[in-house]
């Protein structure tokens, strides 16, 4: 019963390398989110997927892409990175008018 | 602009006493709001939920209320205990049973003292 993975767990990037967050869940869910955490911010939206082959942009999405592989993976791609992308990457799914279920995070830093 | 404002970054509370968490939002349209849990380098989890047709909603010593009028919730928790120390996120969404998608507070780390 593993929900939701995420991995890597721990990432350093330099400025301007690229990579990818990778997301995975088990529990068949249509909809599938990356979120952000940053002290004093919460948790903002980056992008989010309503359904396998659609994707729309959240609150902060600048500087990332996103791709829904299946209706499984929903990875999270850094094309160049940035010192402002240093965060905690959470992954979540769910079905619609039931809550969310996260994985246990990508702790990023750019340097 | 923060939609869903946690203005208390911080709580500490005796064992065994009342925790009160507040949350206020901006957007008339949210139809419903959430509680999330956040242990260190866990993902948030899911606490308790309230509708906007309802005020209150209770389960074991978690209790949310909602006051649409102020657009303003609240957890309360009693009593408290060590292990509920943990970053408390409210969260919001418009037409959720549609699609709609979660706003998150900037969270409220909660203490409980022994």
């Known amino acids: 019963n593993a929900g939701v993975t995420q991995t890597p767990k721990f990432q350093v990037l330099k400025t301007g390398q690229s990579m990818t967050l990778q997301c995975a869940q088990d529990?068949?869910?249509?909809?599938m989110y990356w979120y952000r955490q940053d002290p004093g911010m919460g948790l903002r939206l980056i992008y989010y997927?309503?359904?396998?082959?659609?994707?729309d942009k959240g609150e902060v999405p600048n500087g990332y892409n996103v791709s829904r592989l299946n209706k499984r993976e929903f990875s999270l791609r850094l094309e160049s990175a940035a010192p402002s992308q240093t965060s905690v990457y959470f992954c979540?799914?769910?079905?619609?008018?039931?809550?969310?279920?996260f994985g246990s995070g990508t702790r990023l830093t750019v340097v | 602009d923060q939609q869903v404002k946690q203005n208390s970054p911080s709580l500490s509370v005796q064992e065994g006493r009342i925790s009160i968490l507040n949350c206020d939002y901006t957007?008339?349209?949210?139809?419903?709001f959430l509680w999330y849990k956040k242990y260190p380098a866990e993902g948030p989890t899911f606490l308790i939920s309230?509708?906007?047709?309802?005020d209150k909603n209770e389960d074991g010593r978690f209790t949310v209320f909602l006051n649409k009028s102020a657009k303003h919730l609240s957890l309360h928790i009693v009593p408290s205990q060590p292990g509920d120390s943990a970053v408390y996120f409210c969260a919001a969404s418009a037409s959720y049973n549609q699609g709609g998608k979660l706003i998150f507070g900037q969270g409220t780390e909660l203490s409980v003292k022994p």
């Open positions: 957007n008339s349209m949210f139809d419903y």
């Open positions: 979540a799914s769910s079905e619609v008018g039931y809550g969310y279920t």
């Open positions: 309230i509708s906007s047709i309802k």
């Open positions: 529990m068949n869910h249509n909809s």
């Open positions: 997927s309503a359904s396998e082959g659609t994707t």
